[in-house]
C-alpha cells in the first residue's frame, strides 16, 4: 500500500505532509505507518517507516527530526541532526534538506512556513502545550530566523474533534476559571458532568491571536477513522496495550 499523506494549499509550495497510518510496515495494533520510536512496536518497522516518509520529504532518513515531546512550549532551532533528542514540543528551522516531524495520537500537529522568508516550524499542540503558549513560541522563534509574522502561513493536522473528545468538569475549569472566553470551545457532554472539548477550534483561536491570518484544519479527525489514523483515546477505549504514532513533517 502506498503512503497516503495529506497537505495544505495554505503552506503550498513548501514541501509538508500530514501522514496518515497507510502505507506502513508496521503489523498488529501498530499496523501501517507508525513512527512513534517510543511506542513497542517493532524498532525495524519504525526505522523503515520514518524511512519511508523522509523519502516522501525528500530528505536522508537521519534528516528527518523529531524530538522528545513532553506537552511543553518550548522550541528548538534545528541546523543538523540531533545526536540526542532534546526534550520540547516545537522546531523551527531556515536550513534546507531538513524535515521537521511532528508526532501524534490525537494532539494537533501544527506546520508554519514562510515561504518568502524561507523559514519553517512544525509544533505538537495537545491541550497542555496549547494553552501553555507553544503556537505563540514557536511564531516567536520562526520570526528570530527571519519570518514575518503576517506571512507566516498554519495548517493543523489531523486531531481528535470535538465530538470524540470529552472531559471532567475539572478539565473544563482549568480553562475557564482564568480566562472565561474560553468556554465557547465547550459543549455539553454525555452526562451533565462532562462537555465535549474543541481541541482544533481552541488551536485555530490561538493562532489567529498571534497574528497568523487564515489558519486551517484538515479537518480530519483521529478517534473517528481508525483505518486511517492513530488515536490514543481510542486506544484507552478499546483496551489496546499501545498505539501508534503519526508524524507530520515539512521541510525546505
Same mark, same amino acid.
Given at each position: 500500500?502506498?503512503?497516503?499523506?495529506?497537505?495544505?494549499?495554505?503552506?503550498?509550495?513548501?514541501?509538508?505532509?500530514?501522514?496518515?497510518?497507510?502505507?506502513?510496515?508496521? @503489523?498488529?495494533?501498530?499496523?501501517?505507518?507508525?513512527?512513534?520510536?517510543?511506542?513497542?512496536?517493532?524498532?525495524?518497522?519504525?526505522?523503515?517507516?520514518?524511512?519511508?516518509?523522509?523519502?516522501?520529504?525528500?530528505?536522508?532518513?537521519?534528516?528527518?527530526? @523529531?524530538?522528545?515531546?513532553?506537552?511543553?512550549?518550548?522550541?528548538?532551532?534545528?541546523?543538523?541532526?540531533?545526536?540526542?533528542?532534546?526534550?520540547?514540543?516545537?522546531?523551527?528551522?531556515?536550513?534546507?534538506?531538513?524535515?521537521?516531524?511532528?508526532?501524534?495520537?490525537?494532539? =494537533?500537529?501544527?506546520?508554519?512556513?514562510?515561504?518568502?522568508?524561507?523559514?519553517?516550524? =512544525?509544533?505538537?499542540?495537545?491541550?497542555?502545550?496549547?494553552?501553555?503558549?507553544?503556537?505563540?513560541?514557536?511564531?516567536?522563534?520562526?520570526?528570530?530566523?527571519?519570518?514575518?509574522?503576517? =506571512?507566516?502561513?498554519?495548517?493543523?493536522?489531523?486531531?481528535?474533534?470535538?465530538?470524540?473528545?470529552?472531559?471532567?468538569?475539572?478539565?473544563?475549569?482549568?480553562?475557564?476559571?482564568?480566562?472565561?472566553?474560553?468556554?465557547?470551545?465547550?459543549?455539553?457532554?454525555?452526562?451533565?458532568?462532562?462537555?465535549?472539548?474543541?481541541?482544533?477550534?481552541?488551536?485555530?483561536?490561538?493562532?489567529?491571536?498571534?497574528?497568523?491570518?487564515?489558519?486551517?484544519?484538515?479537518?480530519?479527525?483521529?478517534?473517528?477513522?481508525?483505518?486511517?489514523?492513530?488515536?490514543?483515546?481510542?486506544?484507552?477505549?478499546?483496551?489496546?496495550?499501545?498505539?501508534?504514532?503519526?508524524?507530520?513533517?515539512?521541510?525546505?
Amino acid at each position: 500500500m502506498t503512503l497516503e499523506i495529506l497537505t495544505s494549499d495554505a503552506l503550498a509550495p513548501i514541501r509538508h505532509g500530514f501522514f496518515t497510518r497507510r502505507g506502513g510496515a508496521s @503489523s498488529g495494533i501498530f499496523k501501517g505507518l507508525n513512527c512513534g520510536a517510543g511506542s513497542s512496536d517493532q524498532a525495524e518497522a519504525v526505522r523503515i517507516n520514518r524511512a519511508r516518509v523522509a523519502g516522501a520529504m525528500s530528505v536522508e532518513p537521519d534528516h528527518l527530526i @523529531s524530538l522528545h515531546q513532553v506537552h511543553s512550549a518550548d522550541v528548538v532551532h534545528v541546523t543538523a541532526p540531533f545526536s540526542e533528542k532534546p526534550k520540547a514540543d516545537a522546531m523551527v528551522t531556515a536550513t534546507p534538506g531538513i524535515a521537521l516531524g511532528i508526532l501524534t495520537a490525537d494532539c =494537533a500537529p501544527v506546520l508554519f512556513a514562510d515561504a518568502e522568508a524561507g523559514v519553517i516550524g =512544525a509544533a505538537h499542540a495537545g491541550w497542555k502545550g496549547a494553552i501553555g503558549g507553544v503556537i505563540d513560541a514557536t511564531i516567536t522563534a520562526m520570526e528570530g530566523l527571519g519570518a514575518r509574522r503576517d =506571512a507566516i502561513a498554519a495548517t493543523i493536522g489531523p486531531c481528535i474533534s470535538q465530538r470524540n473528545y470529552e472531559v471532567g468538569q475539572d478539565f473544563v475549569e482549568r480553562f475557564v476559571d482564568d480566562t472565561p472566553d474560553y468556554a465557547r470551545f465547550f459543549a455539553g457532554g454525555r452526562s451533565a458532568d462532562h462537555a465535549q472539548f474543541d481541541l482544533p477550534g481552541f488551536v485555530l483561536s490561538r493562532l489567529r491571536n498571534a497574528g497568523i491570518e487564515a489558519p486551517e484544519w484538515t479537518g480530519h479527525c483521529t478517534y473517528a477513522e481508525p483505518d486511517r489514523f492513530y488515536s490514543y483515546r481510542r486506544t484507552t477505549h478499546l483496551k489496546e496495550a499501545d498505539y501508534g504514532r503519526l508524524i507530520a513533517s515539512i521541510s525546505l
